[in-house]
């Protein structure tokens, strides 16, 4: 009985672990176009959490390169990548978390940064920025932030 009772105990303490399980970045699976068909979370994304990182300099910081009809209030859009205006009409749910996690398997020659990437990365070290990464395995974003971001990308319908 005990041991009946240990499992249990084991079981449903471990099982909300599992639901929440999150890929790590060596996990993930890029299809033969770059895509990431699964998510990486198992967690829908939230669009106002993804507008957040899109516009922090501390982490997506879309805004930087790209224009797009979602956050056209905000100061200095980039226009080195393209307008995301209408993204969603243009790729599949798939595509866009491909890009995200690393746009170089999509797009051979992309200048745009590999958020969710541990992978042959250039990194400054402190005497250049003077906050460098501790840890080789640190992504620019959580899994998470990736699938908010996705979730705000895809509200952008309109042409």
Request: charged fraction near 20%; aromatic fraction near 8%.
């Amino acid at each position: 009985m005990r041991t009946l009772f240990a499992l249990c105990v084991a079981a449903t303490t471990a099982f909300p672990a599992i639901l929440n399980a999150e890929t790590a970045p060596t996990a993930v699976s890029f299809t033969e176009y770059g895509e990431v068909l699964e998510s990486l979370t198992g967690v829908p994304g939230n669009p106002e959490e993804g507008y957040k990182a899109a516009v922090s300099r501390g982490t997506g910081n879309c805004v930087a390169c790209h224009t797009a009809e979602g956050w056209s209030k905000e100061q200095f859009p980039g226009d080195v990548g393209p307008d995301l205006t209408g993204v969603a009409t243009r790729h599949e749910a798939a595509q866009l978390r491909g890009i995200l996690v690393n746009a170089k398997h999509t797009f051979p020659e992309t200048v745009m940064p590999a958020f969710y990437n541990v992978s042959d990365l250039y990194r400054l070290g402190d005497g250049y920025t003077g906050k460098a990464a501790k840890s080789l395995d640190v992504t620019v974003m959580t899994a998470q932030q990736i699938e908010d971001i996705l979730a705000l990308l895809l509200t952008f319908t309109e042409e």
